[in-house]
């Protein structure tokens, strides 16, 4: 079986591959192919992958190319995980908001509309060449915006495109932790958008044991969530949120947190991955052991600025190893591939599940896969106050998926001010104004 990861000289690729070379069953993927625009990335995770796969009898054959169709003919999965613009781009997308005073992350607000903007239109590329290259392909999206791409590559894909992430898995995970439930076994209510979901029970045993943390301000406070958010906000909404939505519940002090921060998420990781590919060029460096180090000082420092702004302490130990989006997409493959049937929360077409959203808007909930794809499963109705932001934000993402179709400026300037960490049309105007000067790519936002 092989299996085309675009962006394959991704930092993050190692992890994926991790995860392949624990998986020796019948009918597992046998080749992989790196496809990267940066021959330079390329060479280094290749070295990374070499070292991984040492004393792997059966380790799944490497190739590397800079040539997309070869990458992409007779793919049996192909795994999309580029960064259009790169981190430079989203370092460049932090400072344009954060100078309006508004938030620049990369999945959410400003940030995340400019980097869509940047890269729907080349999803849209991505998944007609797979349509016409590799029709019975199955493509796994950790692109972000993951949702609106996810969207994105769906008008040509249909239901052969699923979006992954590992932020519900991260979450489903401490809250069983903290329940002294095997994550494994618990199932969690979840739904919601990508980085826009709450979880709103944790079945074990067929009893919903969420309500038994809510009602424990010792267990609230011991896991990552409760003290980001707060045990009375947590009881208020009587669920758990997704770690992005403290940018929505807690806006003033993630803004005033990111201006006061000596560099901004994208310009520490754009700072920390040159360090890393520089030392790539070295034939003596050890690559894994290095790849190691930098990923380890990565996950340690995720949303620090939010945990600050929030006294929430550092990161759990059992948070900074690997097992979130990798192992979802081995679990995601296998199920497809294998008729293995299984439920993992992923993001796919609405297919009434929401009855707010239409049936192609992509939602991110409890899925069942087997050989035939993922179809969510039936859920219980928002609360307004979840209804409020998932139809907000969608309308956002809607907005965006017409300015990169069409070209349309005033569909850009839409989505900046409908969104409501946006707080006017005429900061949204200059949103646009800003981004289209930094970034050359958006050119093609020039009609009306």
């Given amino acids: 079986m092989k299996l085309t990861i675009l962006g394959g000289g991704g930092f993050r690729v190692p992890l994926v591959y991790g995860a392949l070379l624990g998986d020796h069953a019948e009918g597992r993927v046998s080749r992989v192919t790196l496809y990267d625009t940066d021959a330079g990335r390329l060479t280094a995770v290749a070295r990374v992958l070499a070292e991984q796969a040492q004393g792997v009898a059966d380790a799944p054959a490497v190739v590397a190319t800079g040539d997309l169709d070869e990458a992409l003919r007779g793919a049996d999965f192909v795994f999309s995980a580029i960064r259009v613009g790169g981190l430079e781009g989203r370092a460049a997308d932090e400072r344009v908001a954060l100078d309006e005073g508004v938030l620049g992350q990369e999945t959410v607000g400003a940030g995340g509309i400019a980097y869509g903007l940047r890269t729907v239109p080349v999803a849209f590329e991505l998944a007609r060449r797979v349509a016409r290259l590799a029709p019975h392909a199955w493509v796994i999206n950790f692109t972000n915006p993951a949702g609106l791409v996810t969207e994105a590559m769906s008008r040509h894909l249909g239901d052969r495109v699923i979006g992954i992430c590992d932020s519900p898995v991260g979450l489903g995970r401490r809250i069983a932790r903290v329940l002294g439930a095997d994550p494994g076994r618990a199932r969690i209510d979840y739904v919601g958008l990508n980085h826009l979901g709450w979880v709103r029970a ?19 406070g011991s896991f990552e969530e409760g003290r980001l958010f707060g045990a009375d906000w947590l009881r208020s909404l009587g669920a758990v949120p997704n770690e992005y939505l403290h940018y929505y519940y807690f806006t003033r002090e993630a803004v005033r947190a990111h201006q006061d921060a000596e560099q901004t998420r994208g310009a520490f990781l754009r700072d920390q991955q040159e360090g890393f590919y520089a030392r790539m060029t070295d034939p003596a460096a050890p690559a894994l052991a290095t790849w190691d180090r930098t990923r380890a000082e990565r996950e340690a420092t995720y949303m620090a600025e939010n945990r600050e702004a929030a006294e929430a302490g550092e990161r759990e130990e059992s948070d900074l190893g690997s097992g979130g989006y ?17 439920s993992l929360i992923l993001n796919v077409r609405n297919r009434g599940t929401l009855s707010v959203l239409d049936a192609d808007a992509v939602i991110e909930v409890p899925c069942l896969v087997d050989a035939n794809g993922a179809r969510p499963v039936a859920v219980d109705p928002l609360p307004y106050h979840a209804v409020g932001l998932v139809t907000a934000v969608k309308a956002v993402e809607r907005a965006v998926l017409e300015a990169a179709g069409t070209g349309s400026r005033a569909a850009a300037v839409r989505a900046f001010a409908l969104h409501p960490l946006v707080d006017s049309v005429t900061v949204a105007r200059r949103l646009v104004d800003g981004y289209t000067k930094v970034h050359p790519g958006l050119a093609y936002l020039d009609r009306p």
């Fill in 202 to 220: 944790l079945h074990v045993g067929g009893r919903d044991e969420l309500p038994r943390l809510l009602a424990d301000p010792v267990l609230l």
């Fill in 326 to 342: 990798e192992q979802v997409a081995l679990a995601l493959m296998r199920a497809v591939a294998r008729d293995e049937r299984t």
